[in-house]
Nanobody, 124 residues
Framework: QVQLVESGGGLVQAGGSLRLSCAAS????????MGWFRQAPGKEREFVGG????????YYADSVKGRFTISRDNAKKTGYLQMNSLKPEDSAVYYC?????????????????WGQGTQVTVSS
């Protein structure tokens, strides 16, 4: 019933930009906080950022602060991750997730639903 679908990934040169989208269906979108995670080969899935239900609060990993921006459009039931000044170390599969929790966006365990991911590859 609940589905999250990421899109917008691809191949980009270092210094370039991409915007990822996370389209939600089967849930009351505005009742869920949203998170973004990424996973590179051989590494654990790591927190990228989160956004509150209303979009009033955002949270970022130190590694992406100042470069990535999280937003959401509740009317469209879509979350976004704008990625600027991309680096090769940003290469990973990016996942969006939804949570009814009260605000700890860092931990994977607080999320109820996950998308299948979209590949981002940043070349040198």
């Amino acid at each position: 019933q609940v589905q999250l679908v990421e899109s917008g990934g691809g191949l980009v040169q270092a210094g370039g930009s991409l915007r990822l989208s996370c389209a939600a269906s089967g849930l009351s979108f505005s009742r869920y906080g949203m998170g973004w995670f990424r996973q590179a080969p051989g590494k654990e899935r790591e927190f990228v950022g989160g956004i509150s239900r209303s979009g009033d609060s955002t949270y970022y990993a130190d590694s992406v602060k100042g470069r990535f921006t999280i937003s959401r459009d509740n009317a469209k039931k879509t979350g976004y991750l704008q990625m600027n000044s991309l680096k090769p170390e940003d290469s990973a599969v990016y996942y969006c997730a939804a949570s009814t929790g009260s605000g700890n966006y860092y931990y994977r365990s607080v999320y109820d639903y996950w998308g299948q991911g979209t590949q981002v590859t940043v070349s040198s």
